[in-house]
């Protein structure tokens, strides 16, 4: 019987991935390179819950381990954009939610090669049973807000930005106009350099974005503040993105973090998608749940949730909390012995 890896580039990726994105593809390579160094990538019949169980211990342990064969044969069988097999060191230990991530991506492929059912309908049926682990329980911490005096910070810090290299707009600029849309927005990194100018409507102060270029495949119209339209106009330029960016990844994140640790940021760097949830945080404290719900691109409150901080919207609540006189008297008392 094939392998998982031999799986996914035969029948997996040609049958499931039609069309998907670049990133897709990415995630399952990561995921596939780690299953290959880990378990040398046993036949599907082979794979079962212990094999998942040492999978899912490996990463979260970060043991150095290597495939003793060669991916060559797996690499001429996978043709696909973005996926190119490679060896795989694995360094050190993986986040628990990366861990979960790699999880999924195998579980997906297993399941698809498993028996047909009324939630799996297109399966193929190479497995009778569908081997299962579960997944690590993942803290939950309170989203993190930006408090404004960092954001201006930053903001001022990139007028010393020298990337990226453009005929038509300054660097300064261009982190600038990042900075206001992310914060304003709810998009996302990827969705604000995908952003083209035909997408923004500048009579009617809104972006709209097509469902062909939605990871959910549905249409998103946006709301533009002004101030957000000031920025952008100062970036207009020639070419099919509104943000360019002609450098490598490598270059982003040094340029990101630099004008950062020339806000006096060093050691509480913070990421576009902490502005993100700036946004969520501030739209449903101070508008509702549900306009944060649709800024965010989320398909259910529950997902929002995630991304609020309600601590804004509840300190007022707490603080003109009703409280009985009595409960009062001794707070009373003190304050006019310390008044004294």
């Known amino acids: 019987m094939v392998s998982l890896c031999e799986f996914f580039a035969d029948r997996f990726a040609p049958i499931f991935l039609v069309g998907a994105r670049p990133k897709t593809f990415r995630a399952y390579r990561e995921a596939l390179s780690h299953w290959r160094a880990i378990t040398e990538d046993p036949a599907l019949d082979e794979i079962t819950t212990e094999t998942l169980a040492r999978f899912k211990s490996d990463l979260l342990a970060g043991e150095v381990t290597k495939a003793n064969s060669q991916l060559s044969t797996l690499n001429s069988q996978l043709s696909l954009p973005g996926f190119e097999a490679e060896e795989r060191i694995i360094r050190q230990p993986l986040a628990r939610a990366t861990v979960n991530k790699h999880l999924r991506a195998i579980g997906a492929i297993l399941t698809k090669a498993g028996p047909p059912g009324p939630a799996n309908r297109d399966a193929i049926g190479l497995l009778l049973r569908v081997p299962w682990i579960k997944p690590l329980k993942e803290p939950r911490r309170m989203a993190r807000v930006i408090e404004p005096a960092v954001i201006v910070r930053t903001y001022l810090a990139a007028q010393r930005a020298r990337y990226p290299k453009h005929p038509d707009f300054s660097a300064p600029h261009f982190w600038k106009a990042i900075i206001v849309v992310a914060l304003t927005t709810g998009l996302r990194r990827q969705a604000i350099l995908g952003l083209r100018p035909e997408w923004i409507d500048w009579r009617e102060s809104?972006?709209?974005?097509?469902?062909?270029?939605?990871?959910?495949?549905?249409?998103?119209?946006?709301?533009?503040?002004?101030?957000?339209?000031?920025?952008?106009?100062?970036?207009?330029?020639?070419?099919?993105?509104?943000?360019?960016?002609?450098?490598?990844?490598?270059?982003?994140?040094?340029?990101?973090?630099?004008?950062?640790?020339?806000?006096?940021?060093?050691?509480?760097?913070?990421?576009l998608h902490d502005l993100k949830r700036t946004c969520l945080s501030t739209l449903a404290n101070r508008a509702s749940p549900w306009v944060a719900q649709f800024m965010g691109d989320h398909s259910t409150i529950r997902t929002t949730q995630g991304y609020v901080n309600p601590i804004a919207a509840v300190r007022p609540a707490i603080d003109a909390f009703p409280l009985p006189a009595e409960f009062w008297s001794d707070v009373h008392l003190q304050e006019s012995d310390q008044a004294g």
């Open 206 to 271: 809104v972006v709209r974005i097509g469902p062909e270029a939605d990871k959910a495949g549905q249409e998103r119209v946006k709301p533009l503040h002004r101030v957000v339209l000031f920025h952008l106009v100062r970036i207009r330029c020639r070419g099919d993105r509104v943000f360019p960016w002609p450098h490598s990844e490598r270059t982003w994140y040094r340029t990101w973090h630099r004008l950062q640790d020339w806000a006096g940021l060093e050691g509480e760097h913070f990421k």
